[in-house]
């Protein structure tokens, strides 16, 4: 189905969540993995090609592995090499991270513009924790890897940081969870608050789209739906997965 990408092994697949920098597959295997997912985008119109660089991409691995500090994270191996070849194509000058806990997805998005991963020049990269001490060690865990601050973290909630954001929003990352009993459900909020300010061909990127689909369920039906977004695509490299979207 053009909608939807399903690795073979994607619900055997594994890592340690406490242990995220171990290697649970060959090189090959995950590169493979994550190329055929981008094929697959590509094929359906979500991005205009499939082109990172694979050294510059491993130089941002080293050293989030070497100076970040990460207490757990969902995020695979396989999950973060896709979020930053999303980033490295589309090469958003403004990337708004909504859900960023201690800084590992956001830098999975930002990495492509600041740092040893960087392929290309942003203008502002912002990650948003509405938990003030998490946000606090994600700004650390970034301060390492960049010293611009043109990434950089804030303890907001993500729907009020992007009605504020007064430029162009080309990308916009989703892992935050709301405080009231939908959860994950305030990705739709946080989206509708952000569409006036996204250019056509901006991207969406939602993590969970796997695990937390039923509570992702008006949301995902809002991203799939032609009259909103131009193409979306479920993409489950691992069993938490990532919906990808075309504005």
């Known amino acids: 189905m053009p909608g939807t990408f399903f690795a073979d092994d994607w619900q055997s697949y594994r890592m340690d969540s406490r242990d995220p920098h171990a290697a649970v597959e060959t090189p090959d295997r995950e590169i493979g993995v994550v190329e055929d997912a981008l094929g697959h985008l590509c094929a359906a119109g979500v991005i205009d090609h499939t082109e990172y660089d694979h050294e510059r991409f491993l130089a941002h691995r080293r050293a989030v592995a070497e100076l970040f500090e990460i207490p757990w994270t969902a995020i695979t191996p396989r999950m973060q090499r896709l979020i930053y070849a999303l980033n ?3 090469r958003p000058v403004n990337m708004i991270a909504a859900g960023v806990f201690c800084g590992n997805t956001f830098i999975s998005n930002a990495g492509a513009a600041v740092g040893p991963g960087a392929c290309y020049e942003a203008r502002n990269l912002i990650g948003v924790e509405i938990v003030a001490a998490e946000a606090e060690r994600a700004e650390r865990n970034v301060r390492r890897i960049d010293p611009t601050r043109i990434a950089r973290v804030v303890a907001e909630d993500a ?19 709301g405080t009231d009993e939908r959860g994950k459900g305030v990705y739709l909020d946080i989206l509708e608050a952000s569409l006036a300010k996204m250019p056509p061909g901006g991207l969406v990127l939602a993590h969970n789209s796997i695990n937390c689909a039923e509570r992702l369920e008006k949301y995902l039906a809002f991203v799939r739906d032609p009259a909103n977004c131009a193409a979306s695509v479920n993409v489950a490299v691992d069993g938490e997965g990532l919906e990808v979207t075309r504005i």
């Open 159 to 177: 729907r009020d940081t992007v009605r504020e954001f007064a430029e162009e929003i080309e990308l916009l990352y989703l892992d935050a969870d």
């Open 88 to 90: 490295a194509i589309r």
